[in-house]
């Protein structure tokens, strides 16, 4: 039989922490359940923060916003703050699982799952999100992309808790897209997942553009080459169609049961060339 421990505060949580040095914690639990079940894992000591409140929440911070890491999907997606300044992540938090899966599940759970498949990693990468990782006495801010090492594996050392992201607003981008390759319309799990930011004037001239890619790699892919190739250019085919070729070059995939490495490939690229129609059916 499991023991589960439900704390009420950080201190009470460090405090079993301590006592309980292997004991799993979890918010919505709706991975860690999963892996339970089917023995994956086995663990005799459950911590559940869902009693936690101050891990909870959007703090508006002026220049940054802190999401709680114990934030519902559903409450991101419903939150004034995040609608107005991250429709990026927004629209991939629309797409992640079912209803009952967003509001269970936390952007905290989708981060140390570590998954090159989660729906909210490509965003928070092209965002420059950093996470709060906490313990006893002491804390520190580590951006997302040195946190996640590989699949499942992140840089959370022994005694600390993930207690929540930051992200700098951007109020320059003036395009926000994220796609979804799957092989059913909705609770798939993506074969290639896309987001993109950008700041398009109104000449059509390209001043910045960020992307990220999901299940194209070990981790989250990112393409400075494609990024700075696009800066200063016109947003037009032939420009979208070199920055796709550069992005096939950086994207690592694998072969597995859902893709082929190869598709995943050709995907990663032709998902650039859809911002050409996107900013058609903006205007």
Not at 62 to 89: R, Y
Not at 114 to 127: C, I, T
Not at 225 to 251: C, I, N, Q, T
């Amino acid at each position: 039989m499991r023991n589960v421990f439900i704390p009420e505060t950080q201190k009470d949580l460090f405090d079993i922490i301590a006592d309980k040095p292997e004991a799993f914690l979890f918010a919505g639990g709706t991975d860690l359940f999963v892996k339970l079940r089917s023995g994956l894992v086995d663990a005799a000591d459950l911590v559940s923060l869902e009693r936690i409140n101050d891990l909870k929440g959007v703090e508006d911070n002026g220049d940054e916003v802190f999401i709680g890491a114990c934030t519902t999907h559903s409450a991101l997606l419903a939150d004034s703050v995040i609608k107005k300044h991250f429709p990026v992540l927004v629209k991939s938090l629309m797409v992640l699982g079912s209803p009952q899966i967003r509001n269970m599940g936390t952007i905290g759970g989708n981060i140390i799952t570590a998954s090159p498949a989660g729906d909210a990693l490509p965003p928070l990468y092209l965002l420059g999100a950093e996470v709060e990782l906490k313990k006893k006495y002491s804390s520190r801010l580590v951006s997302i992309k040195d946190f996640i090492k590989g699949p499942g594996e992140t840089d959370l050392a022994p005694g600390e808790v993930l207690t929540g992201v930051r992200l700098r607003k951007y109020p320059e981008y003036n395009l926000h897209h994220y796609e979804k390759v799957g092989q059913r319309n909705s609770l798939a799990i993506s074969i290639v997942s896309f987001a993109a930011v950008l700041n398009i004037n109104d000449a059509g001239i390209i001043a910045r553009a960020r992307f990220a890619w999901g299940s194209a790699g070990p981790t989250v892919i990112t393409c400075e080459d494609a990024e700075d190739f696009l800066a200063g250019r016109p947003l037009s085919r032939e420009s979208l169609e070199h920055a796709a070729y550069l992005a096939r070059k950086a994207v690592t995939p694998i072969d597995d049961v859902r893709a082929s490495a190869e598709y995943r490939r050709q995907v990663s690229g032709n998902l650039i060339l859809r911002i050409e129609g996107l900013l058609n059916r903006s205007e």
